[in-house]
């Protein structure tokens, strides 16, 4: 019997035929309130699930009974509950590695952006402000040969050192779980606490994940101890960030500027805050939106749950010691 998955979410042709080609396919290129029944009753009888921006609940699995295999078109798996999914034998697959380089240029062009005061000069020009010789008042400060500090030395936080390093001569200091000998000897970079790298940091660049650890790692203690002249970078999660202390430190003058493609809440309401600062640049969560990248995370999405539904190991099974447990053949 062919199994059956339900894919979510715009999925190119080619990736769509591939899934058509091995499976049963249930898909929903969106989801909202007029299909959502329609959703549940495909995923009770689905053994798999394939797509961008999921909501997986304990709720939702209770009624996916036969499910074994979830691949989400991401590297953060934050909002899923793994335990949870492990417990019930469920593998979930993530997408690391592809979209490394992406989200590291996202990264820096945010860093760019905001020390240059890009889009805001920008506006200067379309607004017709720019009537003589610029003054002081729209200088930035300087990129290369800044301290850049990493919180969050894993793949993308070395991508986005690497850059700053090699490419802007920038001093790199970071705080990591655990120390990068390779990288310290690759760029010059040091690891440090995470104390003397607000203190020390001219940029700050946040890439760890969000875990119970690292929710509201960046808070107004944090904000304190950063230079006044510190611009603060996130792509990692927007809860990684206490939002609310952020926009106070902005609004007090305690750091320069942000750069942010990502939110505590997200789509970011019209209502907040930082829409009225210039000295924000705002992204709406694209560090891996790119046609090559988002293409490269749904292939490598498509294997995972191809390779998992065959009862063989997929190369990005987040928790592996679901499919040990519970291997998707003995499911068959
Ligand atoms: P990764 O390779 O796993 O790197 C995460 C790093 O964070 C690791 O080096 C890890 O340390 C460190 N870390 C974990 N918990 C920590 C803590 N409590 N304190 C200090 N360091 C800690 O992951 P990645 O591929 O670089 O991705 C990182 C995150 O970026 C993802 O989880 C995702 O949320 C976010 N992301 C955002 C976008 C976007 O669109 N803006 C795109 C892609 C990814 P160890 O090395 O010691 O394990």
Known sequence: MNKRIVAVRRLHAEHLKQLEGMFHVDYFPHLDEGNLDAYHAA?????????????????????????EVVATISVGYDNFPVDEMSRRGIVLCNTPDVLTETTADTGFALIMATVRRVPEL??????????????????????HGKTLGMVGMGRIGAAVARRGALGFGMPVIYSNASPKPALNAELGARCCSFEALLACADVVCVTVPLTDSTRHLIDADAFRQMKRSAIFVNIARGPVVDEAAMITALQQGDIAGAGLDVFEQEPLPSSSPLLALPQVVLLPHIGSATHETRSAMAQLAVDNLALALQGERPPNAVNPDAFSMTSAQEKM
Do not use: C, M, Y
Not at 43 to 67: C, E, R
Not at 122 to 143: N, S
């Open 122 to 143: 920008d506006r200067f020009v379309r607004e017709g402000q720019w009537q003589a010789h610029v003054e002081e008042a729209q200088f930035g400060r300087d990129v």
């Open 43 to 67: 995923l009770a009888h689905a053994h798999g699930l394939i797509g961008g921006k999921l909501s997986v609940t304990p709720a939702l699995l209770d009624g996916a009974p036969n499910l």
